[in-house]
């Protein structure tokens, strides 16, 4: 076992080492690999002062609840936040995975089934990479440190109970994480129930706070009513606890709450914490068999998960008839070969379930919104020519811009063996490179479209010169936007599927993370310009003058840019083209 697991890390090392190779790589492509690969290094340095403090945090709240003189103090108060932590962290290693989707579809895993290594040491291995989650590595070290706290406070019998409390806990974390990969990689191993289960996750994530928004103000006055009949929480605990002083905050707490939570890993784990402490020998034994057989049934579990990952065929493709009978449409000014490569890129976007939700969705959100904030915002006294309509309009192209950057920042990647065909046609490189802009556009056009339509709707107020005003401020933005995204791709580009969510959908980490600040910056001048010609001179017609000037300079900026991306075009060329085809 020991053999395998070495090898096994011997395996990541040389694939974590393998993108630093030049080999078939020029400089800028190496840089780009480089930085992808030392993103996660960033990220865990980034990591360590929480997993320390935390780690800290642990023993302290061990040693003073292992000390007789204040266990009750801190089994009071910091006993039921430890309670409370421990319930959230595992909720949230749970929904991790389905948010990230990074373990894809299992299909590297299906290589190894080559190997002269049994299924179950496969899975072993993969439950054991579970610990390189960041939310489990953080939560980790303060588990183990927390008993080990509880012996050094005078209780050793307790710390060493509790410890193995702590690793039974560990091993359900891990165990759940494994299954909730192992399942999420078992739906996208056929492509259209991915994109179903991709698209219903961005649209319930997207619509969840919103719609717990929408509904506070209801929810605040039900739990006012409850908290003034001191009927709910933790209110009622400690009107509980001066009536009756023999128990703690947390036992009171518990009488509030439904007997099923007593089930929870987390909460037979600091159970477990509690009977050792106090010696009470039933309850540790009972927890302790709990905890024992959620472990048993999160193993079996995930086992099987596992062998079906294995012997489940990744299938739905992309199918044969994809664009089958498709007429190439032509634009209005726009060159015939431009146009062509326009709709493949819009196409290939809309055909994804991440280029549908960033054109569609945004104005949804933006419309719903102004619906939760309409009470407020009617109290509000807008500049004149100025409403909320246009408002909604311009944030929902605001927000296009953002949800669009994984297909903007790595536009040439994300065709992949779509892009050799676009190189061997007869194109120039001007007609490439303009065609990706006028795919964008296209896209950028649909849900900005959408937006100032259902703002239009909700609140049609306002100078209809004001309301052309925002609208070039939005296209003066994309025209300086656009090169920069089309720079990035090609000086950063990566293998990406649009398909999927987390790492492999997304750009390379420095081409999305200038890209996304990109957005924000670019918005500041003529914004400011805009607001100071309606604040201070208060004319609509100053506001279009001003917009105008900007439009101007950023189709200036798009000129100049485009010729010099076409000669890092020229260069690049042979490196794009590898990358793109997963070379």
Known sequence: MLRTIRAFLWMRWRISRNA?????????????????????????????????????????LGWKMGQAETVMIWRSFGFLALRGGLAVATITVLIAPMVRSSRGTGSETTRLLLLPIRRGMLHASEVIAALSDPWLGVLFPALVMFPIGIAIGGSVLGGAVSLLGALLFVAILMLAVSLASFF??????????????????????????????????EWEEGLEKKRDAKRFGVDAAEQAAEDDPDLTLSQHVDQQLPFGVRFLPSE????????????????????????GTWTTLLYVSSRWAYWRLLETPETGGVEGNLGAGFRTRSLPGVRPAVA????????????????????????????????ILIRELSKVELPSGLSFGLGIGFAGGF?????????????????????????????????????????????????????????FVLDAKGSPVVWLAGFLILVAMFLVYAPMTLLLSAVFPKVADLSRMG?????????GFVAFIAVPLLLIPPALTAAATLMIAKSGLLTLAGALVWLGVAMAIYIVGMRALCVLFERRRENLLLVATGR
């Open 20 to 60: 630093f190779k030049t080999r078939q790589r020029d400089s800028l492509e190496q840089i780009s690999r480089a930085l992808g690969a030392l993103a996660p290094v960033f990220m865990l340095l980034m990591l360590v002062p929480t997993v320390l403090a935390l780690a800290a945090g642990g023993v302290f």
């Open 184 to 217: 999420i990689a078992l739906i996208f191993r056929k492509r259209k129930r991915a994109e179903r289960f991709t698209a219903v996750l961005i649209v319930v994530l997207s619509m969840s706070g919103l719609l717990f928004a929408l509904v506070g103000d």
């Open 268 to 291: 037979a784990f600091m159970r477990v914490v509690e009977a050792a402490v106090d010696g009470h020998v039933a309850q540790l034994g009972l927890n302790l068999l709990l905890l």
């Open 340 to 371: 062509a490569v326009a709709f493949a890129t819009m196409r290939l976007a809309l055909r994804t379930v991440r280029g549908k939700t960033a054109v569609y969705l945004n104005f949804v959100i933006t419309a719903m919104i102004y619906v």
């Open 399 to 455: 927000f296009t811009l953002i949800s669009l950057q994984p297909i903007m920042a790595n536009v040439f990647a994300i065709d992949s063996n779509g892009f050799t065909l676009q190189l061997l046609s007869p194109l120039s490189t001007s007609e490439i490179l303009h065609g990706k802009v006028v795919g964008s556009a296209l896209l950028v056009a649909i849900s900005t479209a959408l937006c100032f339509g259902i703002g």
């Open 503 to 511: 790492k492999d959908g997304n750009p390379q980490p420095i081409a």
